[in-house]
């Protein structure tokens, strides 16, 4: 020891100096040791000047607090560190380690992970290789233990058995970041925790304080998340995103494969009938007879809205894809039975094979799409394969789609009217109002063409108000311009008759163009009437109300209940043109009792598509009471009717 060593004045007794247990070094400014008792001289090997080094002494000068240390070689205790100025400007520094017990260091640590877990439930437990040595009262109440129980349990009986394997390899390991563990209560209750470990050397060996924390809240509100992510909420069945990692999943398993695009035929009548929340049971009714049919070969999920999709593995011809899809339809023969409601409800079915229809997720969904549109538009209640024909066919409805958009705006869409004449005066009681498109470039576009369309992207609704507008409009202006006043008939689609507000619709109309409501009548089909037969004899009645006329269109093509039939305050039937054209005696025969009928109920009759005199005379004969088509007048443009009005006949 230098003589500057032994000479140095202690602020503190010698003896007590050497007798201290904890270790006391004095360093000048620079950081030089001056002298050091016993207990200092035993750490690192004696190697004092080192451990004045090693403690950094030019950065501990500036702690406020005290720091906690560990020492090479590893396997002592933590130490304590301070360094304080002796006396102001004495430019002498003490620098005091304590060995901190094992149960203090628990605090310790903590604290210096403070940082890194911020919550105040947070518990405790110092463990070697899972064996718990000690912890304190937080986590024993988080496990559901007093403190003395959880000194005969370990790690392992705490967790769940899946974790076990876990465990094992971080025992063996110091990560970094907290770890998460399905862990069990003392009752068996499973929860969530989240693992934060420090290791701890003692004597000859490691042990581990841990932090542990109860996150169990913060996973369920994760898996909730992925739920969402993954799963459609209304139905519990997987999203569209989830069956497109299936399909894609599927694809790389290079085996046969089919997709099944699923839709529910009337559901957005029934659903603006009898409303969104009985809409909602309607589709986890129907969720719960798909998932009937799910097994280790079926995916099914839910598109969205009334749309669902089925992943059938393991097709190896057209022919297995065909006999799922037959199976689905026939699944949906008995009612559903929501509220005391019995509703018969049936699927559209599109389907793509892979890889003959599509190599991606994408087009595979794409195609069974475009086939189930098809099914939709001529048949229903069916299923049909993807051909390149219906490809095609795709893509030009998605081109009306467009360009039906800007078809109102551009004031592209016009109305004919064709006459109806009385049989027994000869004059024209009323006009037809039809719907025209003049494309721009393709001419002419039929409405047996664009409607669906209309339909399918709800631009229905907007057309429909603007055809009935337009036709009260024109036949107020006729009025004005002293021409005879007639009924105007328009026709509704089921999508514009269930509308709840349709009756207020009309009766802005009217208010708006000043057309008397006698002077409307509203079309709807026979079988939208047998829909939902007690919602169609309210709003009926409401229209009767307001004073419009309503009839039944293409009447003898449905299923009409004559109990039903009778409670319609409807007053025409228009008899289909196809008891007109076609097959001449039997028809006959429908005709005449239609006529009856419709007599016997106190209702007009009115026969379309009438194109010879026979045809004529016949129904003359028979005391039908109006006519409507080419024999008298095809449908002519506003400023072609004068002659219809004067009298005269066109063809």
């Known amino acids: 020891m230098s003589d500057r060593l032994k000479e140095l004045a202690l602020p503190i007794d010698d003896w007590i100096f050497q007798q201290m247990n904890d270790a006391l070094l004095f360093v000048d400014e620079e950081g030089e040791l001056l002298r050091f008792n016993d207990k200092a001289g035993e750490l690192i090997d004696g190697d004092v000047q080192s451990l004045v080094d090693l403690l950094d002494f030019h950065q501990l000068k500036k702690e406020e607090t005290p720091k906690l240390v560990d020492l090479p ?49 947070e518990g405790m437990v110092i463990h070697e290789k899972g064996k718990i040595i000690d912890c304190d009262d937080t986590l024993a109440h988080m496990f559901g233990y007093e403190k003395e129980e959880l000194m005969k349990q370990d790690a392992f009986t705490l967790t769940e058995e899946g974790e076990h394997e876990a465990l094992h390899k971080l025992f ?24 934060l470990a420090h290791p701890y050397p003692q004597d000859d060996r490691v042990l581990r304080v841990a932090i542990v924390r109860d996150i169990t809240e913060r996973v369920h509100n994760e898996k909730k998340i992925e739920f969402m992510s993954y799963y459609d909420e209304l139905t519990d069945l997987p999203n569209r995103y989830y069956f497109m990692d299936m399909v894609k999943e599927a694809i790389e398993e290079k085996d046969g494969l089919a997709v099944h695009f699923i839709d529910l035929d009337y559901f957005k009548q029934i659903n603006d009938t009898l409303g969104y929340s009985f809409g909602d049971e309607l589709l986890k009714a129907c969720a719960s007879r798909l998932k009937l049919h799910q097994d280790a070969d079926t995916f099914i999920a839910r598109m969205g809205g009334d749309e669902f999709l089925v992943l059938q593995r393991h097709v190896n011809h057209q022919t297995d894809a ?48 475009s086939a189930m549109y098809t099914v939709k538009e001529k048949h229903r209640n069916d299923y049909l394969c993807y051909n390149t024909s219906i490809s095609e066919e795709f893509e030009q409805m998605l081109s009306i789609d467009s360009e039906l958009r800007k078809a109102l705006k551009g004031n592209q869409l016009e109305l004919h009217y064709q006459p109806q004449k009385s049989i027994h005066t000869g004059k024209i009681v009323g006009l037809e109002a039809l719907i025209r498109w003049n494309h721009p470039e393709k001419g002419r576009i039929s409405p047996a063409t664009f409607i669906p369309v209309a339909e399918k992207n709800g631009q229905i609704f907007e057309i429909g108000d603007w055809v009935i507008r337009e036709a009260c409009r024109q036949n107020k202006q006729w009025q004005e311009e002293g021409y005879p006043a007639v009924i105007v008939g328009v026709n509704l689609s089921a999508l514009q008759f269930l509308q709840k507000d349709l009756v207020h619709r009309v009766k802005q109309i009217l208010k708006e163009t000043g057309l008397d409501p006698m002077y409307l009548e509203l079309e709807i089909t026979e079988s939208m009437a047998m829909t939902n037969e007690e919602y169609i004899i309210q709003t009926l009645n409401e229209l009767r109300n307001l004073g419009v006329h309503v009839s039944i269109d293409d009447f003898g093509t449905g299923y009409s ?41 106190n209702m007009k009759v009115i026969a379309e598509g009438v194109e010879t005199a026979e045809q004529w005379d016949f129904l003359k004969s028979e005391k039908c009471d109006e006519i409507q088509g080419y024999f008298y007048s095809k449908p002519l443009p506003a400023e072609e009717l004068i002659t219809v009005f004067e009298n005269k006949p066109v063809h």
């Open 561 to 601: 209940s004559l109990k039903y039939l009778s409670r319609f305050p409807v007053s025409k039937l228009k008899i289909d043109k196809v008891f007109i054209s076609e097959n001449q005696e039997q028809n006959q025969a429908i005709v005449k009792s239609i006529i009856h009928m419709s007599h016997s109920l």
């Open 73 to 121: 070689p590893s396997g002592g205790p933590l130490y304590k560190v301070q360094c304080r100025e002796v006396e102001k400007n004495s430019s002498l520094y003490a620098i005091f380690l304590h060995a901190v017990p094992m149960l203090d260091q628990t605090f310790e640590v903590k604290k210096k992970m403070s940082q890194r877990l911020t919550v105040p439930s």
């Open 322 to 369: 065909e006999l799922l899809a037959q199976k689905l339809i026939e699944a949906f023969r008995k009612p559903v039975i929501i509220d005391g409601y019995e509703l018969y409800t049936s699927v559209s079915i599109g389907i793509s094979l892979y890889p003959e229809h599509g190599k991606t997720a994408g087009d595979l969904i794409k195609q069974a799409d």
């Open 172 to 195: 063996l390991s110091y990560p970094e970041q907290p770890y998460v563990l399905k862990a069990i209560k003392k009752d068996g209750t499973p929860f969530y925790i989240e693992v």
